[in-house]
């Protein structure tokens, strides 16, 4: 198995009225079996109490205009004094994490992993599943069939059986 510690890894929360899913949310995070080096969170003016619950959770946070859109959110949180960056024999990743995103105790170990056997890639990304029924598959990536249409490799409500865990190239 490949050592983990030659990576940096910040978790950007981006929260917009999230209270409802921030408590698993942060717990998920919390539980990851390769701990994430730094995490940070933009609420996008919530009106319910998001920026507390994150705040509680020791998670620093950032406020932004309710307008505020994801990747401004992003752009927003890694301009910020507080981002730390990783040594230089480290190589830095960004896990960007939507607030109503609660990954799998083992998603960032596996994701790690993939990145460590394919050093030419840049990006990566799990299999989502739905929030209120975990089986129910909703993205593995995304292609484009030969006929030039975009493909996922979903069918309709296609539920989880293991049948997309393995690591596949896709487009994004």
Known sequence: MPTLDNNFVTAIIVSHNGALWLPEVVASLAKQRRAIDQIIAIDTGSEDSSVKLLKGAGIATISTAKETGFGAAIKE???????????????????????????????????????????????????????????????????????????????????????HDGVSEVLA
């Open 77 to 163: 949180a890694l301009s910020n004094s507080r981002v730390k960056r990783g040594s230089e024999s480290q190589t830095e990743w960004l896990w960007l994490i939507h607030d109503d995103c609660a990954p799998d105790a083992n998603a960032l170990k596996e994701l790690l992993i993939a990145l460590d056997q394919r050093p030419a890639v840049a990006m990566a990304g799990p299999k989502l599943r739905g929030w209120h029924d975990r089986n129910h598959l909703l993205e593995l990536g995304i292609s484009i069939a030969s006929n030039g249409a975009r493909w996922t490799g979903l069918e309709y409500r296609e539920s989880d059986q293991g049948q």
